[in-house]
């Protein structure tokens, strides 16, 4: 399953999620990690549906990236009423990313 696609002004407005926790995923198109990443985050979601996941390319969102002081892509950024509460940088294995995001939703 595919990760959502959302657009600044949504993360911005909080109009595209209903809770109050989300996981965004910062990528840009020609970077290899970051398909990786995404790859590894799309099978997370699979085994856990409950588990939604909304990516933005990072060239895309200059608002953020700056507010949010992004150093680099893949980012994955664990969000808690609309404010960033972990960035994650590494995507180390898809049960470490499973674990955290698990952490985050359930709690």
Excluded at 6 to 34: D, I, M, W
Excluded at 39 to 66: G, T
């Amino acid at each position: 399953m595919p990760l959502l696609e959302v657009k600044e002004q949504e993360l911005v407005r909080g109009t595209h999620t209903t809770n109050g926790r989300e996981a965004v995923f910062f990528y840009t198109a020609l970077c290899g990690t970051c398909q990786l990443g995404e790859r590894m985050l799309e099978i997370v979601q699979a085994a856990d549906p409950s588990i939604q996941i909304s990516k933005i390319n990072i060239n895309y969102a200059p608002v953020l990236r700056e507010q949010w002081r992004i150093s680099s892509v893949p980012c994955l950024v664990l969000l808690g009423d609309g404010e960033p509460v972990r960035f994650e940088y590494a995507m180390q294995s898809v049960d470490h990313l499973y674990k955290l995001l698990q952490h985050h939703f359930l709690t």
